[in-house]
């Protein structure tokens, strides 16, 4: 008879054997079912291989890939999800996976940048850093900084787009772009450099980075409130910019007119320029022959009218450029009729005649606004919004505000610098200069527009004794109006002389928070041909 311990024994060896013989079961079961699953996989993968988008080539599938995470501004941010397509199946990761452009931007934060900096080291990077709103600065940490000096070695880095607003978070980025390793940092592939310095009391150094480097391949390049210690540096190592805008706010040392014209000298493809915060030396700048530009079709300047000016007539830009946008800052009244109006003039006589005949539009709020239109092929008489192409976009930031007969005459003198039988169509915006004025000073208009004006004070009785007010005028827009106490008598009498002359509206639009009697509706549809009235009418012109 065995003993109760030997018993024991027995019972856990048999327990020690079963469960050995049930791992065994359970390991064939579960190499069973990975047999099946991958069985299941392989019905699945031929089952998609008969669907249609499968058929498709698997350059022209990344490249459908690539446009759900196509970037449409500069400074764009991937969507949420805008990888999803990883998920789909094996076949369409696969082709993701091996399609380099898709993985050209790691994204706009740190966070995304530890997330992908480290797929496809050869595809072509577009590095984009925004953090103009952060409250907390993050830090680059060692792994990324060497990503991209291994990506500036590599010469794979396309675009450095990159806004913040601390001088010290650009700089950690920056860096290991200008550091000089055995082998030397590469730039020849860099497309499109933006930096942008939002930090109030100091600016990024971008000295070394320029410095260090050369980019023959650099077609865009915008900075913002950065510091380098020579401008030069832009001069010797660009060759085929086709947009520079350059803006230098204090504390960062402001370039020069002369370094400016260096700059354009050296890149004669230049098709966009916009520059804000430079100097003109005492003796004028540069003396020698104006600076061509023959492929120049936006031009965009900013600051006080001497050195506005003076650049200006230092270009040799085309006849047919597109358009001319001129912030004049700390002027006077007296600026206008003696340096602002007879640029303007040039300008447009430079342009030659329009064929389509000019929009003007004034606005007298602070700052003053106005801007020559061409009119292009629009017909006013059709509903809804017209869209005219500005050639030139004129605001004057005047200290001090001059009183209103002063302003009025600088207004007047703006209008006479303008070839005004070419002019068609006017737009004002509370008021900047009287009705009899623009009669008088524009007499060919088609067409008027004004905005934010009492009713009495577009028709004021001293214009409605005249009987040849605006000859050839067609079509009247009153946007934003107010009537005083319902009073409708201004217009109507208008209307009344208007017709009386032998001449009739063919349209008249009127928009505004008014009520109108039923009598004077019926009565100011009799004298146009085509009367439109709303109370949320926004034809932007």
């Given at each position: 008879m065995s003993s109760p311990a030997s018993t024991n024994s027995d019972?856990?060896?048999?327990?020690?054997?079963?469960?050995?013989?049930?791992?065994?079961?359970?390991?064939?079961l579960e190499a069973q079912i990975k047999e099946h699953e991958m069985a299941i996989v392989k019905l699945k993968r031929a089952r998609n291989s008969f669907l249609n988008v499968s058929r498709l080539p698997p350059e022209i599938l990344g490249n459908i890939f690539c446009w759900?995470?196509?970037?449409?501004?500069?400074?764009?941010?991937?969507?949420?999800?805008?990888?999803?397509?990883?998920?789909?199946?094996?076949?369409?990761?696969?082709?993701?996976?091996?399609?380099?452009?898709?993985?050209?931007?790691?994204?706009?934060?740190?966070?995304?940048?530890?997330?992908?900096?480290?797929?496809?080291?050869?595809?072509?990077?577009?590095l984009?850093?925004?953090?103009?709103?952060?409250?907390?600065?993050?830090?680059?940490n060692d792994s990324l900084k060497n990503a991209l000096q291994d990506r500036a070695a590599r010469d794979t880095i396309r675009r450095i787009h990159l806004t913040a607003n601390d001088s010290e978070l650009l700089d950690s980025i920056i860096s290991p772009l200008a550091s000089c390793e055995s082998d030397g940092i590469r730039?020849?592939?860099?497309?499109?450099?933006?930096?942008?310095?939002?930090?109030?009391?100091?600016?990024?150094?971008?000295?070394?980075?320029?410095?260090?480097?050369?980019?023959?391949?650099?077609?865009?390049?915008?900075?913002?409130?950065?510091?380098?210690?020579?401008?030069?540096?832009?001069?010797s190592r660009t060759s085929v910019l086709t947009t520079l805008t350059l803006v230098i706010c204090s504390p960062a040392p402001r370039i020069t007119s002369p370094q400016i014209l260096s700059v354009l000298r050296s890149n004669p493809s230049l098709q966009k320029i916009t520059l804000c915060g430079y100097s003109v030396p005492n003796d004028g700048g540069d003396k020698s022959s104006r600076v061509p530009l023959a492929h120049l079709e936006k031009l965009a300047l900013s600051g006080n009218p001497g050195d506005v000016f003076t650049l200006l007539h230092n270009l040799r830009y085309p006849k047919n450029m597109?358009?001319?946008?001129?912030?004049?800052?700390?002027?006077?009244?007296?600026?206008?009729?003696?340096?602002?109006?007879?640029?303007?003039?040039?300008?447009?006589?430079?342009?030659?005649?329009?064929?389509?005949?000019?929009?003007?539009?004034?606005?007298s709020t602070d700052p003053i606004v106005f801007h020559v239109d061409d009119v292009g092929g629009n017909d006013f008489s059709i509903l809804g919004?017209?869209?005219?192409?500005?050639?030139?976009?004129?605001?004057?930031?005047?200290?001090?505000?001059?009183?209103?007969?002063?302003?009025?005459?600088?207004?007047?003198?703006?209008?006479?610098?303008?070839?005004?039988?070419?002019?068609?169509?006017?737009?004002?915006?509370?008021?900047?200069?009287?009705?009899?004025?623009?009669?008088?000073?524009?007499?060919?208009?088609?067409?008027?527009?004004?905005?934010?004006?009492?009713?009495?004070?577009?028709?004021?009785?001293?214009?409605?004794?005249?009987?040849?007010?605006?000859?050839r005028l067609r079509h009247v827009f009153l946007d934003g109006i107010s009537v005083c106490r319902?009073?409708?008598?201004?217009?109507?009498?208008?209307?009344?002389?208007?017709?009386s002359s032998g001449k009739e509206l063919d349209t008249l639009e009127i928009g505004g928070n008014f009520e109108m009697h039923p009598g004077v509706e019926e009565m100011i549809r009799r004298a146009v041909r085509e009367f439109r009235m709303g109370y949320d009418m926004d034809w932007s012109f």
């Open positions: 019972d856990l060896a048999q327990r020690d054997c079963s469960a050995e013989i049930n791992i065994i079961s359970i390991r064939a759900n995470v196509t970037r449409e501004f500069d400074f764009d941010r991937l969507e949420e999800g805008s990888h999803d397509f990883l998920l789909v199946c094996h076949h369409w990761f696969e082709v993701a996976s091996r399609t380099p452009e898709l993985w050209s931007f790691w994204g706009d934060n740190l966070q995304d940048w530890q997330k992908r900096h480290l797929r496809h080291p050869m595809a072509p990077l577009d984009v850093f925004n953090g103009s709103s952060l409250r907390c600065v993050p830090t680059l730039s020849s592939g860099v497309q499109s450099i933006i930096l942008s310095d939002d930090s109030d009391y100091t600016s990024v150094n971008i000295s070394d980075f320029f410095a260090r480097h050369r980019f023959p391949e650099l077609r865009c390049l915008q900075l913002e409130n950065c510091t380098i210690s020579s401008w030069d540096f832009i001069t597109e358009s001319l946008g001129l912030d004049i800052t700390h002027s006077t009244v007296e600026d206008i009729p003696t340096i602002i109006g007879p640029s303007l003039r040039d300008h447009l006589r430079r342009r030659g005649r329009s064929q389509n005949g000019l929009g003007l539009y004034l606005s919004p017209v869209s005219m192409h500005t050639l030139v976009a004129t605001t004057i930031h005047l200290n001090p505000m001059p009183p209103k007969d002063l302003l009025e005459g600088a207004f007047l003198d703006l209008i006479a610098h303008v070839p005004r039988e070419e002019v068609v169509y006017f737009q004002a915006c509370r008021r900047p200069i009287t009705t009899e004025a623009i009669s008088a000073q524009l007499p060919y208009l088609k067409a008027v527009r004004f905005e934010q004006t009492p009713l009495d004070v577009a028709f004021p009785e001293s214009i409605l004794d005249r009987d040849n007010i605006f000859p319902d009073d409708w008598s201004p217009l109507t009498t208008f209307l009344y002389r208007f017709a």
